[in-house]
Nanobody
Framework: QVQLQESGGGLVQAGGSLRLSCAAS????????MGWFRQGPGKERELVAA???????HYVDSVKGRFTISRDNAKNTVYLQMNSLKAEDTAVYYC??????????????????WGQGTQVTVSS
């Protein structure tokens, strides 16, 4: 079992920044690909950013140049730095782990552990 706990969400004005954190506990964090997903009101859940065990990254086009995913393997934590936030970034953001997969994972179905989510609201 892997437990994932997100933090750092909140209300921010357009153009502002937030940093989300995802702390992993339980089964070893080592060797796992990680991802951040989001689900906006009335929308499907989508991959925002992913990072491999070795640090390779992937971003959805709408956040490229604004969001940065990173990980601190010593702290079992993954981060999502979000800059230049827009109203359309408003969503519940979820952290997810793809255990047993050290490569970059961009397919939602390969993620087998999920956090509870943290709300990000961007006011225009």
């Amino acid at each position: 079992q892997v437990q994932l706990q997100e933090s750092g969400g909140g209300l921010v004005q357009a153009g502002g920044s937030l940093r989300l954190s995802c702390a992993a506990s339980g089964r070893t964090f080592n060797g796992n690909a990680m991802g951040w997903f989001r689900q906006g009101p009335g929308k499907e859940r989508e991959l925002v950013a992913a990072i491999s065990w070795g640090g390779r990254t992937h971003y959805v086009d709408s956040v490229k140049g604004r969001f940065t995913i990173s990980r601190d393997n010593a702290k079992n934590t993954v981060y999502l730095q979000m800059n230049s936030l827009k109203a359309e970034d408003t969503a519940v953001y979820y952290c997810a782990a793809a255990t047993g997969k050290s490569y970059l994972v961009t397919t939602m179905s390969e993620y087998n552990y999920w956090g509870q989510g943290t709300q990000v609201t961007v006011s225009s």
